[in-house]
């Protein structure tokens, strides 16, 4: 490293930047991805991470030991760590099994459907260990099916190709996953993100009895999580709201599912043009769920996200009932918490409502935050009740 430039790596950061490395014609050689050692300015050992010169993120540290050994025998070890997390965590196997660097894995993602297994890979680090990850998979757990989903933007800052492809089995068809008693098909192939979005399972779980005897407005509903589970918890009648066609045939496919399609309508829409829509027609309802996608997908987008979230709230909370509630999210890692929470309070102040906090939340516990990297802690959600 250059010199004075280690004190973050050695106070716990994980990740070192391009401009804090010697950029040596040696260390510009290295294939991305390479396991190295990374080394003081006067050659002490700081610890052994992978390594490529393209990225901004030049290097992702996985042990402060410079001896350890970066193989399939480290993936299998902490694989099985994550997995003995999750299941003191949860009965039933779904859920997210590895959480990158906060699982000692940097730049893997992986989901679990039971058997079936979805893994994505941000890193050229983990791109050149992916058949360690596929081994521990499939001799440790058991997998049926593991579909490599790297179709992610996020592959681009380490000049990734992008592409999608099961290794382990064949899939044709939605999987299943359960939740809160109800279950889901989950399209693993061609679904947003993973293909569900378990990060919002306890919040999904808070929201849904605040709905019965009401109703209930999920708007981003994707497949219909926070509907299907009010629906479920005994609201009167749900409407549902995605731009995704495809979203709404596995959404109508779970309400039916779960025998509560008779309760639940989705329609096809741009969630601010259905917002609108709504209040022009002086609709109100219990709940009001909003769970969008990022606003804010760059630091450069900050100040326009922001206000994106702030006329989402003003929208949403022309939408609530007199002591209702209004739940709303950002997934932007690039959004402080703070500054979501005063965005929302604005927009609902300037729609002439009052509003109080009753739950701040973020991911749930199959997503922990490493200790010293914020982007780990990248969900934020508030629960508001609605004068």
């Known amino acids: 490293m250059l010199p004075g430039r280690d004190r973050r790596v050695r106070g716990g950061h994980p990740w070192v930047?391009?401009?804090?490395?010697?950029m040596t014609p040696e260390a510009k050689g290295l294939a991305?991805?390479?396991v190295t050692r990374l080394r003081r300015a006067d050659?002490?050992?700081?610890?052994?991470?992978?390594?490529?010169?393209?990225?901004?993120?030049?290097?992702?540290?996985?042990?402060?030991r410079a001896e350890t050994v970066v193989d399939g025998n480290l993936i299998a070890e902490r694989l099985m760590r994550a997995l003995a997390l999750r299941e003191r965590l949860f009965a039933e196997p779904y859920y997210r099994l590895v959480h990158g660097e906060a699982d000692g894995l940097p730049g893997l993602i992986v989901d679990r459907f039971a058997d079936a297994f979805v893994v994505q890979i941000g890193t050229a680090g983990i791109e050149t260990l992916v058949d360690d990850v596929i081994a521990a998979l499939n001799e440790r757990l058991g997998a049926r099916t593991v579909v490599l989903r790297n179709d992610g933007p996020f592959r681009r800052l380490e000049s990734l190709d992008a592409y999608v492809r099961a290794v382990t089995g064949e899939i044709h068809e939605p999987v299943e996953v359960i939740e809160g008693g109800l279950r889901f098909p989950a399209d693993l192939m061609a679904g947003q993100k993973t293909g569900w979005y378990f990060d919002q399972r306890a919040s999904r779980?808070?929201?849904?009895?605040?709905?019965?005897?009401?109703?209930?407005?999920d708007v981003y509903c994707y497949t219909g999580a926070f509907a299907l589970a009010s629906a479920a918890a005994g609201a009167d009648a749900v409407l549902g709201v995605d731009s995704s066609r495809e979203a709404l045939t596995l959404a109508r496919r779970a309400a039916d599912w779960n025998g509560v399609g008779a309760g639940i309508e989705f329609e096809r829409g741009d969630a601010f043009r259905k917002l609108a829509e709504l209040a022009g027609e002086k609709r109100r309802f219990r709940v009001v769920a909003a769970d969008p996608p990022s606003f804010v997908r760059s630091r450069g987008e900050l100040k326009?996200?922001?206000?994106g979230y702030r006329k989402l709230a003003h929208l949403a909370s022309h939408l609530v009932e007199n002591g209702g509630f209004l739940f709303i999210a950002s997934c932007s890692h690039n959004v402080p918490g703070d500054a979501f929470a005063s965005e929302v309070a604005l927009g609902i102040t300037r729609?002439?409502?009052?509003?109080?906090?009753?739950?701040?939340a973020g991911a749930?516990?199959?997503?922990?935050?490493?200790?010293?990297?914020?982007e780990t802690a990248y969900l934020k959600s508030l629960v508001l009740q609605i004068d």
């Open 17 to 22: 930047y391009s401009n804090e490395i010697h």
């Open 351 to 360: 729609a002439g409502r009052a509003a109080r906090i009753i739950r701040a």
């Open 364 to 374: 749930g516990p199959d997503h922990p935050v490493h200790p010293f990297l914020a």
């Open 304 to 307: 326009s996200g922001l206000r």
């Open 205 to 217: 779980a808070f929201v849904a009895p605040l709905a019965a005897g009401g109703a209930m407005l």
């Open 43 to 64: 050659g002490k050992p700081l610890g052994v991470g992978t390594f490529n010169a393209q990225a901004l993120i030049a290097y992702r540290q996985f042990s402060p």
């Open 32 to 34: 991305a991805g390479t």
